[in-house]
């Protein structure tokens, strides 16, 4: 059975940082692109970050680059989001997913909560 579980969120400050995690079981990790993608209420998807499969390519939207690293540990078989320098309008549900995959597929998680305060 596939799993992702994402972890990490909560209440930050302005400026503050924030590391989300996701642990993926029941799949093959490595082999694997996977991304970040964000939802705020009432709001649609926004693609965050993608990494490629050992790592070493990644891309991130504009609105975060410079602020927010994608990585990876496969020998983990987990993902990261470090976010730096966290704007209000980061607020969000944010989800990982396998790179592609279809939002009603088991290769999206259920989501971590990230609120910035004002």
């Known amino acids: 059975q596939v799993q992702l579980v994402e972890s990490g969120g909560g209440l930050v400050q302005p400026g503050g940082s924030l590391r989300l995690s996701c642990a993926a079981s029941?799949?093959?990790?490595?082999?694997?692109?996977m991304s970040w993608v964000r939802q705020v209420p009432g709001q649609g998807l926004e693609w965050v970050s993608d990494?490629?499969?050992?790592?070493?390519?990644?891309d991130s939207a504009d609105s975060v680059k410079g602020r927010f690293t994608i990585s990876r540990d496969n020998a983990l078989d987990t993902l990261y989001l470090q976010m730096n320098d966290r704007k209000p309008e980061d607020r969000a549900m944010y989800y990982c997913?396998?790179?592609?995959?279809?939002?009603?597929?088991?290769?999206w998680g259920q989501g971590t909560q990230v609120t910035v305060s004002s």
């Open positions: 997913l396998k790179r592609g995959a279809n939002e009603t597929s088991p290769y």
């Open positions: 029941g799949l093959t990790f490595s082999a694997y692109g």
């Open positions: 990494i490629n499969e050992a790592g070493e390519i990644t």
